[in-house]
């Protein structure tokens, strides 16, 4: 005997519907979630920079050779923008103490809402950690999520 819901001819539209509404929720969270890592590409990069220098650098102010050519156009903005100390030194006084430094290259987008960033820090004389730093993002909002180290010493 068969169920008389089941023979229903209403029913099989109402499951169009929700498969329907499903795919509309996934293609609109997709959207806004490479929306929001467009938006939060700078964000991220900051929050990174802070938690370095909270976190594994300690408070203590980064240290950066005045000549460095990385330093001079990209680093120095990242810094000042996202309000972390530091200090650029002449080569001489850098190759004494040049602990805590640090480096990264541009944030880039991996999937929606997640950002990865390649990542570098040396916080003493055998203390570093180097490799791509995940962070989650939500239209600015961010958040440093995982250090993935390539190495570590």
Same mark, same amino acid.
């Given at each position: 005997?068969?169920? =008389?819901?089941?023979?229903?001819?209403?029913?099989? =539209?109402?499951?169009? @519907? @929700?498969?329907?509404?499903?795919?509309?929720?996934?293609?609109?969270?997709?959207?806004?979630?490479?929306?929001?890592?467009?938006?939060?590409?700078?964000?991220?990069?900051?929050?990174?920079?802070?938690?370095?220098?909270? $976190?594994?650098?300690?408070?203590?102010?980064?240290?950066? #050779?005045?000549?460095?050519?990385?330093?001079?156009?990209?680093?120095?903005?990242?810094?000042?923008?996202? $309000?972390?100390?530091?200090?650029?030194?002449?080569?001489?006084?850098?190759? @004494?103490? =040049?602990?805590?430094?640090?480096?990264?290259?541009?944030?880039?987008?991996?999937? #929606?809402?997640?950002?990865?960033?390649?990542?570098?820090?040396?916080?003493?004389?055998?203390?570093?950690? $180097?490799?791509?730093?995940?962070?989650?993002?939500?239209?600015?909002?961010?958040?440093?999520?995982?250090?993935?180290?390539?190495?570590?010493?």
């Amino acid at each position: 005997m068969l169920d =008389p819901d089941l023979s229903d001819p209403r029913r099989e =539209p109402r499951r169009g @519907k @929700k498969l329907l509404w499903f795919l509309a929720i996934v293609v609109t969270l997709l959207v806004l979630g490479h929306l929001s890592n467009l938006v939060s590409l700078q964000s991220c990069e900051r929050e990174v920079l802070r938690s370095y220098q909270r $976190g594994l650098a300690g408070g203590r102010t980064l240290r950066f #050779p005045e000549e460095d050519p990385s330093f001079c156009t990209d680093l120095r903005w990242r810094l000042e923008a996202a $309000g972390v100390r530091y200090e650029a030194l002449p080569a001489e006084e850098f190759d @004494k103490d =040049p602990y805590p430094t640090c480096g990264m290259k541009q944030a880039v987008p991996v999937c #929606p809402f997640v950002v990865s960033i390649d990542f570098w820090g040396q916080y003493g004389p055998l203390g570093g950690i $180097g490799g791509k730093a995940y962070v989650v993002n939500f239209f600015g909002l961010s958040k440093l999520v995982l250090i993935w180290p390539d190495w570590v010493s």
